[in-house]
């Protein structure tokens, strides 16, 4: 089964400890994201990762780190600079489909891992 | 700036038809998009619309945009309890020249039995 998967559901954290949040997709799509989710802001943009061993900086990328060394992989890490990590996490990938002359980008999502800091 | 924003929560009686309504900001938006999320899961597309159409229709859902307002709304017929969920928009940037979407802030539907 293709699909993107994200480990573990829960994770929790002693205020001050990194800790890396893994995400796998096996969909063979080039663009990864991962978004922070927080009661009533919606989902905003951490990093993104548009092919392998590059990606850019979304709009709260403060105290996180990534990494793209494989295709499959695009593991997440929240640092103890990170004022207010504990959150519901949230990784995509990403492929554009043709439709006509145009394509549309559609995003994949993860189950999520809920981080709580201690 | 780029915000997308929409009304945090609506609550429909079964089988009532939902209005869940969604303002843009990106002129340049090609495709913009609806997602579901179910309680305590990922995102999952329900449907998107070209930025050249009014309205798309499939099946229960119905989309209708208003390019000149940066209008948005999705329209859920026959609502079933199995729609409660979150729903977001979402609009590309720049065209969809970056694959970076803009979600809005969701809205929760609770239907009522």
């Known amino acids: 089964d293709g699909g993107i998967t994200q480990s573990p559901k829960y994770l929790f954290r002693k205020e001050g400890q990194n800790v890396t949040l893994s995400c796998e997709q096996n969909?063979?799509?080039?663009?990864m994201y991962w978004y922070r989710q927080d009661p009533g802001q919606g989902l905003r943009l951490i990093y993104y990762?548009?092919?392998?061993?590059?990606?850019q900086k979304g709009d709260i990328a403060e105290g996180y780190s990534v990494s793209r060394e494989k295709k499959e992989s695009f593991p997440l890490t929240v640092t103890s600079a990170q004022k207010n990590p504990t959150a519901f996490y949230l990784c995509?990938?990403?492929?554009?489909?043709?439709?006509?002359?145009?394509?549309?980008?559609?995003?994949?999502f993860g189950p999520g891992t809920r981080l709580t800091v201690l | 700036g780029e915000d997308v924003e929409q009304s945090l929560f609506l609550s429909v009686r079964e089988g009532d038809s939902s209005v869940i309504n969604c303002t843009y900001t990106d002129s340049s938006s090609t495709y913009l998009y609806w997602y579901k999320q179910e309680p305590g899961a990922g995102l999952q597309l329900l449907t998107y619309i070209f930025s050249n159409m009014d309205m798309k229709q499939d099946q229960r859902l119905t989309v209708l945009l208003n390019k000149k307002d940066k209008h948005l709304s999705l329209r859920i017929a026959d609502t079933q309890t199995g729609d409660s969920a979150i729903y977001f928009c979402?609009?590309?940037?720049?065209?969809?020249?970056?694959?970076?979407?803009?979600f809005g802030t969701g809205t929760l539907l609770a239907v009522q039995p």
């Open positions: 969909l063979n799509h080039d663009a």
């Open positions: 995509a990938s990403s492929s554009r489909r043709l439709v006509g002359r145009g394509s549309y980008n559609e995003q994949f």
């Open positions: 990762s548009q092919i392998v061993n590059d990606f």
């Open positions: 979402a609009e590309s940037l720049h065209g969809g020249a970056t694959n970076k979407l803009i």
